[in-house]
């Protein structure tokens, strides 16, 4: 267990949590190298002996730190962004195992990408096909490219983060996928080499997964017969990880399938995993700054917020919260786990039956994947530290933000009429 109790105190591998928050302070988000390692392994292990790629999706948690141990494990990047290909330049990541998807890339990132020699592009639009065939022009390099295609796959998710549907931005649509691949085909400057969907995150059964691979599948067929043959065949990520009482399917589940539909064709295999790689080793540390008792309710006010830890919020998405020090005569209440940010969306956690005082130390579970990466400086609340743990030792991989970081970048005008 990455996150267990010893004597009485919640630990994360071989080190207690409150000796983590008393050297770094809070809020702080620490992670588990061996929990990102374990994940990592069970792709690896669910893939064995097909020819595949793990592209790590790298908003999920873009620390260099957490790009560098991917990239020593031979993964690859879904990156969603220019500054995301830089990260994982900077992290030792190889380019030519990075896809780059999104629909809004611009010309400037697109250019970026082909100068670093990425995998593939993962087009999203035919208006995106002709840039990206105008900049290969320029720039005299061929760009390899994909479509990414909307299975319309209901994944059953939150409807925020359902992604194949026909009302959702992303992707072509499955019925113009053919069309644009022979349009593409015919371009001088662009070279296909995949196919690619994302149906959406947080999945936890298998049947929409193994929909969408079906249906694509069934399309790089068709375009086979029709002279046009990728390399690989990217099926997203959107592997769901249990913060509560889900049940997610296992990875070696999700891909069963889909290996079996694979069987005899030799196109690569990639995924893009973001959450099932680090969601469930990180935490997010707080401490409790006041108890407080209402009519209604009882509230945890804590030091750590929606800037801190959007899910909440943003999804009314459910985070497990465990008191760090369990104390034999501590009494339990149920709280609102609050931040101090002046919004009344601003929650971590609502009812929970908690032991805390004021000064408590509280970890908020599951933190590791769309924590930190959407943090924000909303109330000028500078960012939370980061900490990896392996084994006893801890490393800083962030420091905590200063206020004076908040405002660097900012200017006072002087007016001609001052
Ligand atoms: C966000 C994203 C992923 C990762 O999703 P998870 O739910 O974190 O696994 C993979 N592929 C694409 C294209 C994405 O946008």
């Known amino acids: 267990m990455v996150f267990h109790y010893r004597e009485g105190s919640l ?11 008393r050297r770094f302070g809070t809020p702080c988000y620490v992670y588990s190298r061996a929990a990102i390692e374990h994940a990592y392994d069970e792709f690896e292990l ?19 730190a957490v790009l560098a141990l991917m990239a020593q494990r031979g993964a ?27 629909v809004g890339k611009t010309e400037a990132e697109i250019e970026s990408a082909l100068r670093a020699g990425i995998l593939s592009l993962n087009l999203e639009s035919e208006a995106e096909l002709e840039r990206v065939d105008r900049v290969a022009q320029r720039l005299r390099r061929r760009a390899p490219v994909a479509f990414r295609v909307n299975p319309d796959v209901d994944p059953g998710t939150h409807p925020y983060i359902s992604t194949g549907l026909k009302q959702n931005k992303f992707g072509v649509a499955y019925e113009d996928a053919e069309r644009l691949y022979r349009d593409a085909a015919r371009r001088k400057w662009i070279r296909l080499v995949g196919i690619g969907c994302h149906i959406g995150s947080q999945i936890t059964s298998i049947a ?3 929909d969408a691979a079906g249906r694509l599948i069934a399309l790089t067929e068709r375009l086979a017969n029709a002279g ?57 540390l707080a401490r409790v700054e006041y108890v407080k008792r209402g009519e209604a309710r009882n509230f945890l006010v804590v030091d750590a917020a929606m800037n801190d830890l959007l899910r909440p919020s943003l999804y009314d998405a459910w985070h497990e ?22 919004e009344s969306g601003d929650f971590l956690a609502h009812e929970r039956r908690l032991a805390a005082k004021t000064g408590d130390l509280l970890a908020i579970l599951s933190a590791g994947a769309y924590g930190m990466s959407m943090s924000s400086n909303y109330n000028s609340r ?32 002087r007016w001609k009429e001052d």
């Open 11 to 21: 630990h994360i591998e071989q080190v207690p949590l409150e000796k983590i928050a």
């Open 46 to 64: 669910a893939l064995k002996g097909r020819k595949s790629l793990i592209c790590y999706s790298v908003k999920a948690n873009p620390n260099l």
């Open 76 to 102: 690859g990047f879904d990156i969603v962004s220019g500054g995301e290909l830089r990260r994982v330049l900077a992290a030792g990541g190889d380019p030519r195992k990075v896809v780059f998807s999104g």
């Open 208 to 210: 929409p997964f193994v």
């Open 228 to 284: 046009i043959r990728l390399r690989h065949i990217d099926l997203g990520g959107g592997f769901g990880i249990r913060y509560s009482n889900e049940d997610p399917a296992t990875v070696a589940e999700f891909l069963d399938g889909t290996l079996g539909m694979l069987a005899d064709r030799s196109e690569v295999l990639i995924v893009d995993p973001g959450r099932a790689l680090v969601g469930n080793s990180g935490a997010l």
């Open 321 to 342: 919260v465990r008191t760090v020090c369990e104390a034999p005569d501590a009494v339990e209440d149920c709280y609102d786990v609050v931040g101090p940010v002046c």
């Open 382 to 413: 500078p960012r939370a530290a980061e900490v990896m743990v392996s084994g006893r030792t801890v490393k800083l991989i962030r420091r905590r933000e200063t206020v004076r970081d908040l405002f660097a970048l900012e200017s006072i005008p």
